[in-house]
Structures are given as structure tokens and as C-alpha cells.
């Protein structure tokens, strides 16, 4: 028997055929000449879908060839931009040019200018400097002859109070004229040309001590420096540094039966450091930081020895050499002076003996 499913689908599918002949008997078509016509209308209907999809390609290849115009416009117009950004910042760039040149010719023009007034007011300065010398020599050399005068010509009726009164006098004209002299020489420091050259330190050392004994032949001085020392820096402002730095040690020593004087090298925190030592008064190291200021070395009975003006001419010749200096020191026991200045390398740069240059008793 045929269930109730099968029955309902036999019945949909007869009622499905009678409607197709119901619906093609107005125009006398039979069922199969319906199927033979929609297979032409199909027909008809690719043809239409093809043509349909001719006209998507076509209108495909239109907006591809479109889009492509557009890319290459904006890929011009992109290009047209970065080249006037290109000139824009080129036009920049010149105009920035011009600029840096005329502010450097005003830099120049200013440097030359001040340069011409420096010199200018060096040369006033240097010739107010002379004229002031010269005006405090006159009343210095008056003031030293007479008193060498009331000493030569009352020696037999002043007493020794008076007598050393007068040679305060004397003395106290000397250190003037020296203070005044070391003046003029600090202030030609700065202004003086430099020639730079290799010095060897340890001549100019020897040469200054030689020319001090034989000044004093009297004074017993044991000499000691180390062979060799060369630097590179101006031999003339160099020969005036180690004048200065060894007369202050040769009067500082003056008064010590085993005086000593000595030069040397020694390393301080990674750096050559050249040093001149003595055993002489010292004095005391809070005026370390005043190097570049006028004071006297005093002992404690108030005897001046040295104006104090070598550690200042030393000082601003070191610094000229780009070097620095310090001073170590303590009174009645000595002082040390440290210095650095450009060394030179070379292979014949020695650490020799010491030798002694004690004048024979």
C-alpha cells in the first residue's frame, strides 16, 4: 500500500500538468511544444547574459583604464609637489646661506674691529703703563739714594736701630722697582706674539740657576733637576716662567744653610706633572688660590722675601700654554710648584740621575 506522502506527491505532481495544459490551451500549444519554446527563450537568454557580461567588461576595462588615468594624475600631481617642495626648501637653504654669510662677515667685520680696538687699547694701556713706571721710578730712586746717603754719611753716629731702619728703606725701594718691573712684564704677557717650538725645560732651568750663582757666588745651594725635561711652548715667555719660579725659590732659600732647589717630573692623577721644589720659608696654602693676585711671602718677624708677582707671571704664562698650575706649600718647610705644559714625544726624552750642583766649600 502507498502512503500517504506518495499519494499527496502523485496528486501535486498530475494537478502540476493539468495547469500547464490549462494554462498553454488558449493558444492550442501542447505541453512538449512549451518545453521546446522555453529551451529558445533560454537561448535567447544566454545570449542576452553574454552581451549583458560584454558590457560589465567593457565597462569594467572603462573604469580600470579610468582609475588607472587617475593614478598616474595623482602620481604627477605628487611628483609636481616633492619637486616645489624641493625648490621651496632649495630656495630655503640658499636664502639661509646668504644669511650665514652676512652674519659672518658682521662676526668678521666685529672681530676685526675689536681686535683693532684691543690692540689699540693694549698699546694706551702699555704706554699709561710705562708713563706710570716711570713716574713711580723717580721718587723710588730718590727715596733709595738718600737713605743710602744718610747711611753712608752718618754710618759712624747712628745706632743699629737706625742703622736697620735705613736698609728697610733701601730694601722696601727695591721691591717697589721689582713689583713695578714685574708689572710692565705681566701685562706684555698676553699681548706678546708666541712662537711655538720644542724647549728643553732642563737647560733653562740650569742656564737661570748658573746666572743666580753667579750673582751670588756666596750662596751654597744644592741644584738638582731632571735631565731632559722637553716641552712644546714659546722659549722666551718659558725662560721668563722658570726665572721667575727659581728667583722666588733662590729668595725663599736664602736664609737655609742646606738650601735646595730642585726640578722634576712626577705623575699626578694621569698627567705629567713638572715641578720646582725648594726647602725655603713657604707660606701659608689658603693664598694658594690668590696666584693670580699681588702678595708678599712674609715670615713671621714680617720680612718680605719675593713680591710674590713670579707665581702671577707664571701663572698666566702656563695658562697661555693651555696648561694649569697649583701650589703646594708650608711655612718654614717649603714650597712646590706643579705646572703642566705640552709634552713632546720623543724617543731621546730621558729620566736621568740627578746631579748636584753645590759650589765647592
Known sequence: M?????????????????????????????????????????????MEVSRLAGIHRAAARTAVSHARQQYEDAILYTLLLVTLGMLLGVG???????????????????????EILSDVRGQELEAYSYSLAHDLYAPLRAVSGFSQILEEDLGKVLNKSEKHQLHRIRNAGLVMSKI????????????????????????????VITEL??????????????????????????LLMMEQLLSNAWECTSEQHDAMI?????QVDGRRAIYVTDNGTGFDIQFAGR????????????????????LAIAQRIVKRHGG??????????????????????????????FYDTRPAA
Not at 215 to 236: C, F, M, Y
Request: with cysteine; hydrophobic share 40%.
Open 291 to 310: 696666584l693670580s693676585m699681588v702678595f708678599k711671602h712674609q715670615q713671621a718677624d714680617g720680612n718680605a722675601h719675593g713680591a710674590g708677582m713670579g
Open 2 to 46: 502507498l502512503d500517504e506522502t506518495t499519494l499527496s506527491g502523485a496528486v501535486l505532481q498530475r494537478d502540476l500538468v493539468e495547469y500547464l495544459q490549462t494554462v498553454t490551451r488558449p493558444e492550442g500549444l501542447e505541453f512538449e511544444r512549451v518545453l521546446a519554446a522555453n529551451k529558445a527563450y533560454q537561448g535567447k537568454a544566454l
Open 262 to 266: 730642585q726640578v722634576g717630573v712626577k
Open 324 to 353: 694649569q698650575i697649583w701650589v703646594d706649600s708650608t711655612v718654614d718647610k717649603g714650597t712646590t710648584v706643579y705646572f703642566n705644559l705640552p709634552e713632546v714625544k720623543s724617543a731621546n726624552n730621558s729620566w736621568a740621575a
Open 92 to 114: 630655503v637653504a640658499i636664502a639661509m646661506l646668504k644669511k650665514q654669510r652676512q652674519m659672518q662677515s658682521i662676526i668678521t667685520s666685529e672681530q676685526t674691529q675689536l
Open 180 to 207: 713695578i718691573d714685574d708689572l710692565l712684564v705681566l701685562s706684555r704677557i698676553s699681548r706678546s706674539s708666541f712662537k711655538k717650538a720644542h724647549v728643553n725645560l732642563t737647560a733653562l732651568c740650569t742656564d
Open 213 to 238: 750663582q753667579k750673582l751670588h757666588p756666596h750662596r751654597k745651594l744644592t741644584w738638582l733637576s731632571e735631565a731632559n725635561i722637553e716641552v712644546e711652548g714659546d722659549g722666551d715667555l718659558l
